[in-house]
């Protein structure tokens, strides 16, 4: 089988610490987000929320630092790269880290090695929703800051202007999208959840990414599909969903077949 590229719905971005220093207007930078690399202490999951401590003695570690928030990137969100052994809470730095996290460029190749055309990118220090803001005290820089990381994603890492979703629906046929990665069950459920609703993802750079191995593990979770559904499962849904600028012309396999 010829596995479509895939357009990935899940995937993450580590902030380059040039973000806040290039994008955030000057006004607010003192006050805002800032870089340091620094080690790191001890580090518990209690209660829902990491706490961690600086050790000049510790392992280095980039850390963002922003009101009392101490926010330091750890081997599980930048894993991609490494043996599973080495995917821990231990802290990493940038330079560590397989550049494909960060920089864009290089993001690119990683996905041309992973069956990967486009890539749909949440963020990691802002977390879902931009919650690290939202729960900033200084509102007017945290909405400034908001603004900061989305000029850089678009600016820099070429996102998509004015796509805006539409609100949640009850028709959930019409309106919902899943999507699912090294999940059989995914697969097994598509009459329930619908054939034009699921999605496909790679969730790099996270610990259980497919990377590098996305194309091999899509082939084993499609085998028996009929290639219009693996077409719609690897990116037909997403461009659908994302409004994507992509297969304009791909004329559906049945079409094609009957012609």
């Not at 397989?98 to 990118?121: Q, T, Y």
């Not at 309106?175 to 999940?183: A, G, K, L, P, S």
Request: aromatic content about 12%; hydrophobic content about 35%; proline content about 7%.
């Amino acid at each position: 089988m010829e596995l479509p590229r895939i357009v990935s719905v899940d995937d993450h971005v580590i902030e380059p610490a040039h973000l806040f220093e290039t994008w955030l207007p000057a006004k607010y930078r003192e006050r805002g987000p800032k870089p340091l690399t620094a080690g790191i202490g001890d580090l518990a999951y209690v209660a829902g929320k990491y706490r961690i401590t600086m050790d000049p003695d510790g392992p280095p570690t980039d850390w963002w630092i922003y009101e009392d928030l101490k926010f330091p990137y750890k081997r599980n969100i930048a894993a991609v790269g490494f043996d599973r052994d080495d995917m821990t809470l231990e802290g990493i730095t940038r330079a560590e880290m397989r550049r494909g996290c960060w920089d864009p460029k290089a993001r690119l190749a990683d996905m041309d090695l992973n069956h990967v055309e486009a890539s749909l990118c949440f963020p990691t220090f802002p977390r879902f929703c931009g919650q690290t803001f939202a729960e900033a005290h200084d509102k007017e820089v945290a909405l400034a800051c908001v603004r900061a990381y989305n000029d850089w994603m678009v600016e820099e890492w070429g996102g998509v202007r004015d796509l805006i979703p539409e609100p949640p629906s009850t028709y959930y046929y019409r309106q919902m999208f899943c999507c699912f990665f090294r999940d059989k069950h995914g697969v097994a459920s598509l009459d329930v959840v619908g054939r034009d609703n699921a999605t496909f993802e790679t969730d790099y750079p996270h610990v259980d990414s497919t990377f590098p191995h996305t194309k091999e593990v899509a082939l084993d979770h499609v085998k028996g599909l009929d290639d219009e559904t693996v077409y719609k499962l690897m990116r037909g849904n997403a461009i659908r969903m994302l409004g994507l600028d992509l297969d304009r012309d791909r004329v559906p396999a049945a079409t094609a077949r009957a012609r």
